[in-house]
């Protein structure tokens, strides 16, 4: 079993930087595919960021201002966010691809962490 914890979000003044991060925990596996997802207030969950062992990418809407990388061992996934614009607020959910040798490929959502940008 993995356990994801998301920290990272707050409240912030246009034109600032967070950094999301979600950790995954447990046994015996191995993440290979990542996504950060947000959902802003009375709007659908949408697609922010992807990332691979491979490659990544992030949305249009974000591009150039957000960022998604891992640690070394692929336990920590971060969304590096700069210049951040109130269209940006909305709660923030990393999906965790993972494969076990005991139960094949899982998927996991993380809890999701609040960003909100004033002003």
């Known amino acids: 079993q993995v356990q994801l914890v998301e920290s990272g979000g707050g409240s912030v003044q246009a034109g600032g930087s967070l950094r999301l991060s979600c950790t995954a925990s447990?046994?015996?596996?191995?993440?290979?595919?990542v996504d950060w997802y947000r959902q802003a207030h009375g709007k659908q969950r949408e697609l922010v960021a992807s990332?691979?062992?491979?490659?990544?990418d992030v949305a249009d809407s974000v591009k150039g201002r957000c960022s998604i990388s891992t640690d070394n061992a692929w336990s920590t996934v971060y969304l590096q966010m700069d210049a951040l614009k109130p269209e940006d607020a909305a709660v923030y959910y990393c999906?965790?691809?993972?494969?076990?040798?005991?139960?094949?490929?899982?998927?996991?959502w993380g809890q999701g962490t609040q960003v909100t940008v004033s002003s």
């Open positions: 999906y965790v691809y993972v494969w076990t040798p005991s139960k094949g490929s899982q998927y996991y």
């Open positions: 447990g046994s015996d596996f191995r993440i290979n595919f």
């Open positions: 990332m691979t062992r491979d490659n990544a």
